[in-house]
């Protein structure tokens, strides 16, 4: 969005105040402690069915913890090139035309940045990045909406939800088979996020939310359009994955497919587009799965990715970066292609052939770690971890002694002690030397499970 220069040339500290300080059509000091405003009161709606809820995602408190929100997500500028970190000087001349813009239901969006990425499993997955004022608004629009609608979310939906995690929802389907529901229904969704229909969207928005102008919004941020390789295109489905309101969305779509498992009576979890069903057969589990496909299809207008949905054991399938074991007793464990991505970042990370420092090392590993640990430290089978710490510090063993001697100095101090003469010996022709060498008792010697602590590299269990 670009204004006008007789809008540039208004008075800063004018501007400022007016970002920082209550408007006239925005709710009493006490909204900031929780309370509705006063138009919302005289209704007994919720907030979200109030013909005033622009004035609501517009007031002063709710813009500044969306402020914040978008500044410590951080993240990549969007078409306009404006970084997280120019937004609030760029607000504290602009927001008054911006508020008035959004206020006036004149706002519009502009198109999304499209990046890749890799997904885990192989394949690209496409994120849409708005520009950061956009990303401010999304955020707004989120905490006003959230408080609304999420209440009224299934109990069996986890993903993107205040209070509820990942984890909670592997607990969820850990139960549903410990207590005999042996089979899974593991359901993919080809390309969820670009498939969403716009019209169905809307539609249940509307059934909630009478305010004109917050519809027109979001729809213009649905229809913002896409730019790429320089060229803009336009959308006519789907929600671009990027933005703080995606997943709010999302939720609003697959709610209809929570109800209708409900109705159903099926256990089910669900986080985001990754959906389970535990059933006690296989016949009944793909009975499940041509019902729920010809719903998904027929009445969301949403497609089953066949060869990657299946009927099978826990134990076969992944959910989450989880599996499980079988029977009453069931326990999570990490599944096996979640242990290769592991794999594959440790060994970037410790590639003999860069050029860095141990130190510098273990930084970059000490942030990975911590959050794998955090995340996969959630099994149940630890003798996985104590596995993967021993082969981790071998690593780091055998690293450490081929940079020893590129450098020479550090193998001289060890061929003093006697150790290095033995390790000279052993590796002395030998392609595998390095990794041989890494559990050595020499090696381990010299550099002990402490001397990695000493570095800050967390371990996954407390013994390796």
């Not at 390309?191 to 519809?215: C, G, P, T, W």
């Not at 440790?346 to 955090?374: D, N, P, V």
Request: net charge positive.
């Amino acid at each position: 969005m670009r204004l006008n220069d007789d809008e540039r040339q208004k008075n800063p500290l004018q501007q400022a105040l007016a970002f920082l300080d209550t408007g006239r059509s925005e709710a009493p000091e006490g909204s900031r402690r929780g309370t509705e405003s006063s138009v919302a009161k005289h209704k007994s709606e919720s907030p979200a069915s109030s013909e005033q809820l622009m004035e609501e995602i517009c007031e002063r408190e709710n813009c500044k913890q969306a402020l914040a929100r978008v500044k410590s997500n951080k993240g990549s500028p969007g078409i306009d090139g404006m970084t997280v970190e120019k937004l609030p000087d760029y607000l504290k001349q602009h927001w008054p035309k911006i508020r008035e813009q959004l206020l006036s239901g004149t706002y519009k969006p502009q198109p999304v940045k499209r990046v890749e990425i890799p997904k885990p499993d192989g394949g690209m997955r496409k994120l849409g990045i708005p520009t950061v004022l956009d990303r401010l608004i999304q955020q707004m629009v989120l905490q006003v909406l959230q408080r609304s609608w999420d209440p009224t979310f299934s109990e069996h939906s986890y993903g993107f939800r205040p209070g509820r995690s990942a984890h909670q929802a592997v607990a969820q389907a850990q139960q549903y088979i410990s207590e005999g529901f042996g089979w899974v229904v593991d359901l993919d969704l080809e390309r969820f996020f670009d498939r969403v229909n716009h019209d169905r969207l809307m539609a249940r928005m509307a059934q909630r939310i009478s305010d004109k102008r917050v519809l027109k919004l979001i729809r213009r941020f649905l229809q913002a359009g896409v730019m790429e390789n320089g060229l803009v295109s336009p959308v006519d489905e789907g929600t671009p994955q990027g933005g703080p309101l995606s997943p709010l969305l999302s939720n609003i779509v697959l709610d209809e497919l929570d109800r209708e498992l409900e109705r159903r009576g099926h256990r089910h979890t669900r986080y985001a587009d990754d959906c389970n069903i535990y059933v006690r057969s296989q016949r009944a589990g793909e009975r499940v799965m041509e019902g729920i496909t010809r719903y998904l299809t027929t009445k969301l207008k949403l497609k089953v990715n066949q060869a990657k949905s299946a009927v099978a054991r826990p134990r076969d399938r992944k959910f989450l970066g989880f599996s499980f074991t079988s029977g009453k007793e069931s326990r999570r464990r990490i599944a096996p292609k979640a242990i290769l991505r592991f794999k594959e970042r440790i060994r970037e990370l410790t590639c003999r052939t860069r050029g860095i420092s141990m130190e510098q090392r273990a930084q970059e590993l000490s942030a990975y770690l911590r959050g794998w640990r955090g995340y996969f430290g959630f099994c149940q089978t630890p003798s996985v971890l104590e596995d993967l710490d021993q082969w981790l510090r071998r690593r780091l063993r055998s690293v450490t002694w081929k940079q020893w001697k590129r450098g020479r100095k550090r193998f001289a101090e060890l061929r003093t002690r006697g150790i290095g003469r033995d390790l000279a010996a052993k590796t002395a022709g030998s392609p595998h030397g390095p990794w041989r060498l890494g559990r050595s008792p020499a090696l381990n010697y010299a550099l002990p499970n402490s001397y990695f602590d000493s570095l800050g590299i967390p371990r996954l269990t407390g013994v390796c």
